[in-house]
């Protein structure tokens, strides 16, 4: 059974960063995809960033986002990060890893609760 813990979260002022990563059970290379998830309340649920891991690694970003949040993964930690700079409220939200398994299809973990406040 796939498990992914994420850590990180918290409370930062506006312009402020947080890096969140998320402990994945077994090899990074087991997985097609890794990708960070949000939902704001009253929202649904909107992708972040993904990295393709069968596709070298490769990344995808939302446009939101594009050039403030980085994602990479650590194979060795078995570790996807999401490196958040420049946070502004309206990326306040619980934010969920998700994982693409090679054979047991999709998996998310628990949220992280990130709330960008001053």
């Known amino acids: 059974q796939v498990q992914l813990v994420e850590s990180g979260g918290g409370l930062v002022q506006p312009g402020g960063s947080l890096r969140l990563s998320c402990a994945a059970s077994g090899s990074i290379f087991s997985f097609r995809a890794l990708g960070w998830y949000r939902q704001a309340p009253g929202q649904q649920r909107e992708l972040v960033a993904v990295?393709?891991?069968?596709?070298?690694?490769?990344?995808n970003y939302a446009d939101s986002v594009k050039g403030r949040f980085t994602i990479s993964e650590d194979n060795a930690k078995n570790t996807v990060y999401l490196q958040m700079n420049s946070l502004k409220p309206e990326d306040t939200a619980i934010y969920y890893c998700?994982?693409?398994?090679?054979?047991?299809?999709?998996?998310w973990g628990r949220g992280t609760q990130v709330t960008v406040s001053s």
């Open positions: 998700n994982a693409q398994h090679l054979s047991s299809g999709t998996h």
């Open positions: 990295i393709t891991i069968t596709s070298g690694g490769s990344t």
